[in-house]
């Protein structure tokens, strides 16, 4: 109970939070911009028992059809008091959640130059290719990204970013520092894998993203190093343990023919734990449809603490425009699960639905 309160205080706040700079700037000062996105979703297993879709919301589809694991409806509030002071606010429910509002984004973000700008508060943290958007499906073609590669128990991060943005030719470019923590009391995704509460703690993040683009070449790094705490059934087993993230994203865009990619490497090197994921997906664009394939793989070597998980997964789906701001997918998602000492969900097979939306 202290922890639902403890929960429900901090939505509370940071409501508060929004609605007095609001009230202080007054809405005649502040152009505001209101956005929303959604995905409708329902699938079922077909083969097995279930499948994990979502690891870090935990959202499990299993031989029932259920609406839960990848439904999210979603608000963004951006709010423009001067040409370069700016507040921008994203609220979330999720199925796999229980619908419970979660903030996402809580944060100032000021313009030191044109090409350089400060933000302040809660963000994602940026770990992933699709991390920004990992709860907007309209963004992607897959019903949701690879959840072989987006294995993440901590996706947010509260603390300060630094964003310069440029151009050098025909390329557009970005850097993105930050640095900040984050804590989860009876964390989803280790709760579920230790079948415990588990409490963890992502502290002293420091990050680097860096990406270059032009009209078919897109590519992204980056790179975290920080410290982890965690508690299991309320006993400390790992303190201050060095924790270090890098992955690797290079997309193309020839015509019609999309190629994605993305590596990661995971390492807390005092506790011998290492694993790699990737993914690397093909689709093609004809007209409205977008047929697609993915291969996406997960392998942790057995190591001193016991852990063997390692799962693959083959997806094959379509996407469909039906109209400027709405799309319909159908997903096909083969996993085999290979972990013995620590199986996550066994092998499956499902086909899931979707209607994906921005308004």
Partial sequence: MAEVQGKGVQKLLAVVLVFTILFICKPSLADIKLNGFGSVAIGTVVEGEEFLADYPKTGIYNNDLSLDPDTTLGLQLSSYFTDKFSLIAQLAVHGASDYDPEIDWLYLNYYLTPELSVQAGRKRLPLYYYSDYFDVGYAYYWIRPPPDVYTWQITNYNGVSLLYETALGQWDANLNLYYGSEESEDNDLLSLLFDASVDETWKNMIGIVGTMSNNWLELRLTHMHGLIDRKISGVSVINDIEQQFLGISVNFTFDSLLILSEFNNYRQPENDVEYNAYLISFG????????????????????????????????????????????????????VDEGVIVPVKGDSSSISFAVDFVF
Avoid: C, M
């Fill in 284 to 335: 093609y664009q004809i007209g409205k449809l977008t047929p697609h394939i993915t291969r996406s793989s997960f392998k942790q070597e057995i190591n001193v603490l016991g852990n063997d998980e390692q799962h693959y997964t083959t997806s094959v789906g379509l996407r469909w425009d039906v109209v400027d701001n709405i799309a319909v997918k159908v997903q096909y998602d083969d996993v």
